[in-house]
């Protein structure tokens, strides 16, 4: 029991040493500057294109509509009995899969073609 206590005091002090020691930089070396800061962001920089909403029903489900420029990407399906939905369009071409919240909401699995027939 003696051994582990005084290899562990040992440590200890060992740690203490050379942390409270400082370092002197080696030789050759250049103290690095400052980075630059970052220019400003310009008014035009800062706008993103808000979403365009269009609700609509069909059926009983409300389905919402989101457009950037006139171009859908995505629908909100709110059905009137069970959980609400999401669909997007991931490629651009107009083809839309079901957003499941299983992931966390953001994640995207890349998609790869690694066969055509």
Not at 31 to 46: A, F, H, R
Request: net charge neutral.
């Amino acid at each position: 029991m003696r051994t582990i206590t005084a290899a562990a005091l040992f440590a200890l002090a060992l740690n203490a040493a050379a942390q409270s020691a400082p370092r002197p930089p080696p030789p050759g070396s250049v103290p690095l500057d400052d980075p630059p800061k970052p220019p400003p962001i310009t008014g035009e920089e800062q706008k993103q294109p808000e979403p365009e909403v269009t609700i609509r029903h069909e059926g009983e489900n409300e389905i919402s509509e989101y457009r950037i420029n006139g171009k859908l990407y995505m629908q909100r399906v709110t059905p009137k009995v069970g959980k609400p939905y999401v669909l997007m369009d991931m490629r651009g071409d107009g083809t839309f899969t079901k957003q499941d919240d299983t992931l966390t909401p953001n994640l995207r699995v890349p998609q790869w073609v690694l066969f055509r027939f």
